[in-house]
């Protein structure tokens, strides 16, 4: 099993910044990824940024330039450094992995989630 804690989140004015923060522990012949996913009332999960191992990065194009995802591979955590905040980036954040089992299977894990709100 994987856990998955995250912490961070803050009511934050428009135009502020927010680092997220989330810690893996577990069990895992190796972490494939990590990454963060939002999700606003009413509205589907997102993607928001992940970071693949081999050192391959993704955003969601609202958050290009401004959101900055990164790791400490020796601590198993990954960040979320949030600048220009906007009342559209308040939703629920939650954290992802996908782990490579030691037989090899490849499986994927959610943290409980941290709550962003941007408002002024």
């Known amino acids: 099993q994987v856990q998955l804690v995250e912490s961070g989140g803050d009511l934050v004015q428009p135009g502020g910044s927010l680092r997220l923060t989330c810690a893996a522990s577990?069990?895992?012949?190796?972490?494939?990824?990590m990454g963060w996913y939002r999700q606003a009332p009413g509205t589907q999960r997102e993607m928001v940024a992940v970071?693949?191992?081999?050192?391959?990065?993704a955003y969601g194009d609202s958050v290009k330039g401004r959101f900055t995802i990164s790791r400490d591979y020796a601590k198993n955590t990954v960040y979320l450094q949030m600048n220009s905040l906007r009342p559209e980036d308040t939703a629920v954040y939650y954290c992802q992995t996908v782990v490579r089992t030691f037989q090899r299977d490849d499986m994927t894990y959610w943290g409980k989630g941290t709550l962003v709100t941007v408002s002024s």
């Open positions: 970071q693949a191992s081999g050192g391959g990065t």
């Open positions: 577990g069990s895992w012949n190796r972490i494939m990824s």
